[in-house]
């Protein structure tokens, strides 16, 4: 038996004293006296749930406070972010410290003061509304929109069970770490976390525990108004094992069955805790009005009395509760920590390219010569589509740096995002369901590269956000047309700038046959509309290679990379610039051969080759046109003034944009008088070449454009 399950088995034996009760209703009264100093918040899942969370963190959590990026240690999920009261009291009676490191110590003070919980989501407090990730330390994730930290919670367990597999050796085990996440109500109705729970029971995640804080209450009433399924019996046929705790004061029982997850590791486990929302509160407890509002004076000096507690005390902290998480929390997390940094030294002698491997993901940082092997295309005038492009140079990335891994939801072989080099291998629990031998020799184990999601957009994008979350650089894969069922997740990965790659491929009316419900118009302008996204719209296979340059290099946010299912033209560089210049966002790829441009001819992906027929054209007629290749816009935003002249000078004023989407944003680049040729209705059913033609997407027809701007414009001059 290890030290963790000593532990456990200590931990579940152990009866509940007066000083855990004290503890417990600290977390209360602080939860109680945040809400009503704001007046706004939400105190009554605090005060059901603070049993629940108090012996989750007391007994069973493995966290150093003093180096809260301890890569091994648990992880707990705070799902309804409404009740994020109670995490800044465990933050604050636990000793969380600030730190950056795995090694931090806390010399910096509190990760949240008091000073912090007493301005409760006011502005600049480490206290918000809700948890931010990257804003509070010791918030694993960003929650708030409910069902996204339980899904998000899959990916961490998909991260741990992949890290063990893949660097634990005999007599090193470096990843053994548990996924904790606490849910309600609320969390089991949305659609988010049903997905991510069929696909936790699917993979066997048996380090995954929610547990369910069933209080049957949501902002309009009693859970009984839409909401009466059995959870358990749904999850038991997801596969998990399900626990029962009748009473959230129970400790007792709920020990012993976090002691049963700690020790019987074979499913993903769900605990029902049933608990009363504003527990104490006599005219509230049990009522939505405990939901969502303070409390008010007069009830909360009712429900401290309840408690035992100074009726006039505010904030109050007695000193043995922070003492007493020193004794439990703090020391197990610290000696675990101890025991692992010895371990990891030891580690570091004996396997030294993976200690390495492990360095680099936890400071974010790439291997050196991970983009020698990115491939060059040859100009071509058949081309290659930017989803084949994408795809042969995500293998050669994913050969260079071992944490690059994902999956698409049930599109791979549309989106050409298959791992095939022969040891990326399938992240699977065992052998396939129909047992045949190629089933069996397909079959890998948890170190495997390439993810199956299943048509599952919404929790592949969250679980792809855990996996980032430790470390790793995933990619989640799947039609652009499919991001609107995805948009929660991708938003919450940009508010967290975690360095995740989207590949939506299928990125325009181009696709044909499928029709207007497949052929995405607003989808790209929504995306770039998303603050922290960047969003690469690559003209063809060698932008394509530099598209994924920039997304792998970057580390502070998501990367949509939008690609086409039709080839498109291999440009000539030799004749045209180089596609390095993707880099800057945008930039000239043709220009005339003297003098100043008389228009511009701007475009993203397939279209980019229109604008080059054009411009060809246009060369012949004698007509000054430069064509900008606009991959970026956000890298564009990000250049300086001098450089953005350069490209789109002011006094060019003859202007045509082309993109065969919604044209919205882009009389940013064109003005008020510029030609926007996009769509302005949905696409429709009929071979590609077909759709384009008949809504104007060819080179006459930008040549048409391009014409009138000029005669316009030479008119008002």
Not at 174 to 180: I, Q
Not at 594 to 620: D, H, M, N, R, W
Not at 683 to 693: L, R
């Amino acid at each position: 038996m290890t030290e963790r399950d000593t532990m456990a088995t200590t931990a579940a034996t152990a009866p509940a004293t007066e000083l855990d009760q004290l503890c417990i209703n600290t977390l209360r009264t602080l939860a109680i006296d945040m809400v009503q100093k704001a007046d706004s918040g939400h105190p009554g899942t605090p005060m059901g749930a603070a049993p629940t969370a108090y012996c989750l963190w007391q007994r069973f959590l493995n966290y150093d406070p003093h180096a809260p990026a301890w890569p091994n240690r648990d992880r707990f999920v705070l799902s309804p972010g409404h009740a994020c009261a109670l995490l800044y009291g465990l933050l604050y009676l636990g000793d969380v410290q600030p730190g950056s490191g795995s090694d931090a110590r806390g010399s910096l003070g509190k990760a949240v003061t008091l000073d912090e919980i007493k301005s409760f989501r006011q502005l600049g407090s480490r206290c918000t509304g809700h948890p931010e990730h990257g804003w509070t330390t010791g918030v694993e994730t960003t929650t708030g929109p409910l069902g996204q930290g339980v899904a998000t919670s899959v990916g961490m367990a998909i991260a741990e069970a992949w890290l063990a597999a893949t660097y634990n050796r005999p007599g090193f085990t470096l990843f053994d770490h548990k996924v904790y996440a606490l849910a309600s109500d609320g969390d089991m109705m949305e659609g988010i976390s049903a997905e991510a729970a069929s696909l936790a029971g699917h993979l066997q995640l048996a380090n995954l525990c929610w547990i369910y804080d069933c209080n049957r209450i949501t902002i309009e009433g009693a859970t009984g108004l839409t909401f009466t399924e059995d959870v358990g019996a749904r999850f038991e046929t997801y596969g998990w094992r399900v626990l029962r705790v009748a009473d959230a004061n129970a400790i007792e029982q709920l020990s012993a069955h976090l002691q049963t997850f700690a020790l019987q590791p074979s499913l993903p486990t769900l605990i029902v805790v049933q608990s009363h929302i504003g527990y104490g509160a006599p005219h509230k407890q049990d009522a939505k009005e405990a939901h969502g509002e303070a409390l008010g004076e007069d009830e909360v000096r009712l429900t401290k009395e309840f408690y035992g507690w100074n009726p006039d005390a505010k904030f109050l902290v007695p000193s043995e509760v922070p003492q007493h998480f020193k004794a439990h929390f703090g020391q197990r997390g610290a000696r675990a920590h101890a025991a692992w940094n010895a371990l990891h030294q030891k580690y570091q002698a004996q396997y030294p390219d993976l200690a390495q491997q492990i360095d680099h993901m936890q400071a974010g940082t790439l291997p050196e010569g991970w983009d020698a092997p990115l491939p060059s295309f040859e100009a071509s005038a058949k081309g290659v589509s930017s989803r084949d492009a994408a795809g042969k140079t995500l293998n050669a990335i994913a050969k260079q740096v071992p944490w690059v891994l994902g999956g698409a939801a049930d599109l791979s072989p549309s989106t050409k995002t298959a791992l095939t080099f022969d040891f990326a291998g399938v992240f699977e629990p065992g052998p396939l369901a129909d047992n045949s031998e190629r089933a069996k020799a397909d079959a890998r184990n948890f170190a495997g590269r390439n993810f199956h999601f299943g048509i599952r957009e919404h929790a592949m994008c969250a679980a792809v956000s855990g996996m980032a979350l430790a470390g790793l650089r995933p990619f989640g894969a799947g039609f652009l047309i499919f991001t609107d069922y995805a948009r929660g997740a991708m938003r919450l990965a940009a508010m967290m700038g975690l360095p995740v790659t989207y590949i939506w491929t299928h990125d325009s009316i181009a696709l044909g046959e499928d029709g207007p419900t497949h052929q995405p118009i607003e989808q790209l302008a929504s995306l770039r509309a998303m603050p922290g996204m960047r969003v690469l719209r690559p003209a063809d296979a060698n932008e394509t290679v530099e598209a994924w340059r920039i997304a792998m290099q970057s580390t502070d946010g998501p990367t949509s990379l939008v690609l086409s299912r039709q080839a498109l033209p291999t440009l000539d560089r030799t004749q045209y610039a180089s596609a390095a210049g993707l880099a800057q966002g945008a930039y000239v790829l043709a220009d005339c051969d003297g003098g100043s441009p008389e228009v511009l001819l701007l475009a993203t992906g397939s279209e980019v080759a229109l604008c080059i027929a054009a411009y060809e054209q246009l060369k012949k007629e004698g007509v000054r046109a430069r064509v900008v290749s606009m991959p970026s816009w956000d890298l564009f935003e990000c250049q300086d003034s001098a450089y953005q002249e350069s490209v789109l000078p002011d006094a060019v004023q003859a202007r045509v944009s082309v993109e065969a989407g919604s044209g919205l944003g882009w009389d940013r680049y064109v003005g008020r008088h510029g030609a926007i040729l996009a769509m302005h209705s949905f696409g429709m059913s009929a071979p590609g070449k077909d759709v384009m033609a008949h809504f104007g997407f060819d080179a006459a027809h930008v040549v048409r454009a391009a014409q009138e701007q000029l005669r316009r414009h030479q008119t008002k001059a």
